[in-house]
Structure formats: C-alpha cells, structure tokens
C-alpha cells in the first residue's frame, strides 16, 4: 500500500510528536483516547486481550501508518480497539487530534481514498490471517506466522533468509493462538529436523523456503 499521501500529510502540519521507549505502551484496549496516531519511526507490535486474559497478536506495524482506529467521525472520545507496543528499542509518533483529523479527511479527497484503501488492506489481512489460522493447524500457522517474519524483516544472506528481528517463541504462540511456548518449541524442531529453519546467534534463519511454503495453505 502507498503511504505517500500520509506521508505529505504530516509533513505539511506542524503535528506533536511524541516518542516512546522499548517496551512501553502506546494505547491500552478499551481506554478511552481522543487522539489518532500515525507512526513515524520504529516497529509497534498491535494486540487484543481475550476474556480469559490471554494475549493474541494482531501484526508488527513498521512503516508510516495509522496505529489506531478511526471509527466515526463525531466523537471526541473512543476506546482504543487493541494495544499497541514498541517492540524497537524506541518509536516516535505524530499524535493528531481525531476530530480535527476527520475534518482534514473530509477537506481532502486523496486522504478519503487513503483511508479507505487502508481499511480494505487491513481487513483483507485480517480475512487472510483467519483463514491461516483455521485452515493450517499449529504447524501451518508457526510456518504462516515465520513467513510473515520473513516479509517484514527477512535478509537473503549466504546461510539463508535472516529473520533480522528479535522475536521470541512465547511471541510467535501468541500470533498463532497456541497456549504455550513450549509448543511453538516443539515444532521450531521439527522445522529444524526437516531442514527448513535453523537458529544462528539467536536469529532465525530460513534455509528453505520451498518447504516453508509446503506446511501453508495459501
């Protein structure tokens, strides 16, 4: 998805930004904000709570983007729809007024198609992660999950596709709905015994990525 229209926006305003360390958290699910937020620099990590407590992961966001939904264009006030956490050592973010936000919006007609065309990009991925998630057993959805690590921060080097990116088993189990880590283990193995992953200096690495894409249902 082209970002430049966002991109052209902020820069032509003169938005505060504000800048968050490792770690800390940009929004909470279900607390009330009235601003909307549009990642400058760093990689954000946006997750849901279910009832019983359990984290899922929705994506890694590392690019111009907005991090938060924008819902109807009248109230001041709106609950944050999921977490948002800085998973680079730090990420800065243009923090907009909504309202005045949804003004800019209607005033433009290039933002109107932006957003637009964000949201039919977002819930395609969300429809294409479901289907991942139902349709390939645990397996499919580890494999499914280290092929998405791999566009996001795969380096084609000598010894494989580097997953250039710390991410841990007790991350990836909570992008694939699985209970534990040690599962995710389990399987990481047997990824290994099959040839298609190793781990060098704590780094994931793809040393097949044929027989990655045999464990997923596209």
């Given amino acids: ?17 504000i800048k968050k360390g490792y770690h800390k958290y940009l929004t909470y699910e279900g607390l009330e904000d009235c601003y909307t937020y549009i990642l400058k620099e760093g990689i954000v990590k946006a997750s849901v709570i279910s ?3 359990r984290e899922f992961n ?13 819902k109807d264009e009248y109230s001041q006030f709106i609950d944050a729809p999921y977490n948002i956490r800085i998973e680079s050592d730090s990420a800065e ?29 977002r819930l395609l991925y969300m429809m294409k992660k479901m289907q991942q998630m139902l349709m390939n057993g645990k397996i499919g959805a580890v ?25 841990t088993n007790e991350e990836i189990a909570k992008f694939c709905g ?41």
């Fill in 1 to 17: 998805m082209d970002n430049r229209v966002l991109r052209n926006y902020v820069e032509e305003n003169d938005f505060p930004v």
């Fill in 51 to 53: 009832n019983d407590g």
């Fill in 58 to 70: 929705l994506r890694y966001i590392q690019e111009s983007e907005i991090v938060s939904i924008l």
């Fill in 93 to 121: 973010f243009y923090r907009i007024n909504r309202v005045q936000f949804w003004k800019d919006i209607n005033d433009s007609p290039e933002l109107q198609h932006y957003v637009k065309e964000f949201y039919r990009h």
């Fill in 143 to 167: 494999c499914s999950q280290i092929y998405e690590l791999y566009d996001f921060f795969g380096v084609e080097t000598e010894d494989g596709i580097v997953i250039d990116f710390p991410v």
């Fill in 178 to 218: 699985i209970s534990s880590a040690s599962s995710v283990s389990r399987i990481l193995r047997q990824l290994k015994q099959e040839n298609v992953i190793k781990v060098t200096k704590n780094q994931l690495v793809i040393t097949n990525l044929s027989l990655l894409e045999e464990h997923i249902i596209f």
